[in-house]
């Protein structure tokens, strides 16, 4: 990501943190809706305590863009926790999707080109390490699968 990149999502995020909540609340609402599949993962899920989950997790890596480096082993650790949730690769672009969306509708008319390639860029990154994450894990869950069988 570049500077500005960065820049254009801290500054967007400051638009949306008054509106946390319900940005919340859409995200997951968009998200049931354009990938069912999602709406299993969450059973049995407080969704309120979910969707403050949600805005912590942004809010520190929004927070963290200038040095993003601390937090891949977290976000690294995200990934593979999410694989025991039974979070499949093609969520992640469903949740990209709806995270976008979310943002479109709580920006308004600040969301422009550039915002949505900062945050599309953003939400590459972070993607990108729970994605590899995951699939490294995936990867050693198999291969112990091969050495007992």
Do not use: C
Request: hydrophobic content about 50%; proline content about 3%; aromatic content about 8%.
């Amino acid at each position: 990501m570049s500077p500005d990149q960065k820049a254009l999502v801290q500054e967007t995020w400051h638009q949306i943190a008054p509106i946390a909540d319900t940005a919340a609340s859409l995200f997951y609402g968009r998200l049931f809706v354009i990938d069912p599949s999602t709406r299993p993962l969450f059973a049995g899920v407080d969704l309120e305590k979910q969707r403050q989950k949600l805005i912590h997790v942004l809010n520190v890596v929004v927070g963290a863009l200038d040095r993003i480096e601390e937090l891949v082993p977290t976000i690294a650790d995200l990934g593979r926790r999410h694989v025991g949730y039974g979070v499949r690769d093609a969520h992640y672009d469903s949740v990209g999707e709806a995270l976008l969306w979310t943002l479109e509708q709580g920006l308004g008319h600040a969301w422009t080109a550039e915002v949505k390639a900062a945050w599309a860029a953003a939400y590459a990154l972070l993607s990108g390490v729970m994605r590899e994450a995951a699939e490294a894990a995936n990867d050693t869950t198999a291969e112990a699968r091969r050495a007992v069988a």
